[in-house]
């Protein structure tokens, strides 16, 4: 079977099984299993797959037909402007999590060295990014998977920034490292009885300690409210992704800890997403 004639293949079947982005997995799907680039998938529709080749391309699809995420099936994922290695481990970096990186390039457009903490490294995605962006900037990550951290390291060297970054094994309540300028996080913030009702591709196979944010939703995100009311040198800033409805609770959260709040920004769908605020 040629490589034009296998992607149709893929493709109908992704869309009996109700695959919105069917016509694009596929050939996705093809490029991992051929270990090619797109260009050459569209340069070769001709080309006959070998037995092995193709097996492995009706493997993919059938686990893509199951619901498993397209970026844990090819094992990357674009976020900003940089490719990160994922796996199962870590959360899939999202587009509206680029809002974080976005007001941290402008809340510090004036700031030469500065010394940042991300909470929950997960890919890496944020602390790297923003290290990539800031050549003089130094940051620590800490998380609670080991998988996550060996997951942040190898994109580390692969964006050339791991010598400006400190990885640690560690839950936020125990964590005593240093004093930031800046603390950025994007904490599990769904309520515990809400994960059932997470599309099927979300809640089956991303990491539920990823997105489990206890009874009320809040249970990270007070915890790294808290940790940062120490961890954050005065007028430090505190920059947290939120779940859509969470602002009210976690302005309130934020006050009682003695900080102030600069502002809220909104996500790709005009949802609240992003809570920045300053120690006092």
């Given at each position: 079977?040629?490589?034009?004639?296998?992607?149709?293949?893929?493709?109908?079947?992704?869309?009996?099984?109700?695959?919105?982005?069917?016509d694009?997995?596929?050939?996705?799907?093809?490029?991992?299993a051929?270990?090619?680039?797109?260009?050459?998938?569209?340069?070769?529709?001709?080309?006959?797959?070998?037995?092995?080749?193709?097996?492995?391309?009706?493997?993919?699809?059938?686990?893509?037909?199951?619901?498993?995420?397209?970026?844990?099936?090819?094992?990357?994922?674009?976020?900003?402007?940089?490719?990160?290695?994922v796996?199962?481990?870590?959360?899939?970096?999202?587009?509206?999590?680029?809002?974080?990186?976005?007001?941290?390039?402008?809340?510090?457009?004036?700031?030469?060295?500065?010394?940042?903490?991300?909470?929950?490294?997960?890919?890496?995605?944020?602390?790297?990014?923003?290290?990539?962006?800031?050549?003089?900037?130094?940051?620590?990550?800490?998380?609670?998977?080991?998988?996550?951290?060996?997951?942040?390291?190898?994109?580390?060297?692969k964006?050339?920034?791991?010598?400006?970054?400190?990885?640690?094994?560690?839950?936020?309540?125990?964590?005593?490292?240093?004093?930031?300028?800046?603390?950025?996080?994007?904490?599990?913030?769904?309520?515990?009885?809400?994960?059932k009702?997470?599309?099927?591709?979300?809640?089956?196979?991303?990491?539920?300690?990823?997105?489990?944010?206890?009874?009320?939703?809040?249970?990270?995100?007070?915890?790294?409210?808290?940790?940062?009311?120490?961890?954050?040198?005065?007028?430090?800033?505190?920059?947290?992704?939120?779940?859509?409805?969470?602002?009210?609770?976690?302005?309130?959260?934020?006050?009682?800890?003695?900080?102030?709040?600069?502002?809220?920004?909104?996500d790709?769908?005009?949802?609240?997403?992003?809570?920045?605020?300053?120690?006092?």
């Amino acid at each position: 079977m040629n490589i034009h004639t296998a992607i149709q293949k893929g493709k109908l079947f992704l869309k009996e099984k109700k695959i919105k982005t069917f016509d694009l997995d596929s050939q996705i799907l093809m490029s991992k299993a051929i270990n090619k680039e797109k260009k050459f998938i569209i340069l070769n529709f001709n080309k006959k797959l070998s037995k092995k080749n193709l097996e492995y391309f009706y493997n993919l699809i059938d686990q893509r037909a199951n619901g498993k995420p397209i970026a844990y099936l090819v094992e990357k994922k674009d976020f900003w402007k940089y490719e990160f290695l994922v796996s199962k481990d870590v959360l899939i970096p999202r587009p509206d999590t680029e809002i974080i990186i976005e007001q941290v390039l402008e809340l510090t457009k004036n700031k030469n060295k500065l010394n940042f903490l991300d909470i929950g490294v997960g890919s890496g995605c944020l602390i790297l990014s923003i290290l990539k962006e800031k050549k003089s900037f130094y940051g620590t990550g800490i998380d609670i998977s080991n998988k996550c951290l060996s997951i942040t390291r190898v994109n580390g060297h692969k964006l050339g920034v791991i010598n400006r970054v400190k990885l640690f094994k560690s839950d936020i309540d125990n964590f005593q490292y240093d004093k930031y300028d800046l603390i950025i996080s994007n904490p599990p913030y769904i309520k515990k009885n809400d994960l059932k009702y997470l599309e099927k591709g979300i809640v089956g196979f991303e990491p539920k300690k990823a997105l489990d944010g206890g009874v009320d939703g809040l249970s990270e995100i007070r915890k790294v409210i808290n940790k940062s009311s120490e961890l954050l040198k005065k007028n430090g800033l505190l920059i947290l992704e939120i779940g859509f409805d969470q602002k009210n609770k976690v302005k309130r959260i934020l006050q009682n800890k003695k900080f102030y709040i600069k502002k809220i920004v909104k996500d790709l769908s005009n949802n609240d997403r992003c809570i920045i605020s300053v120690r006092i």
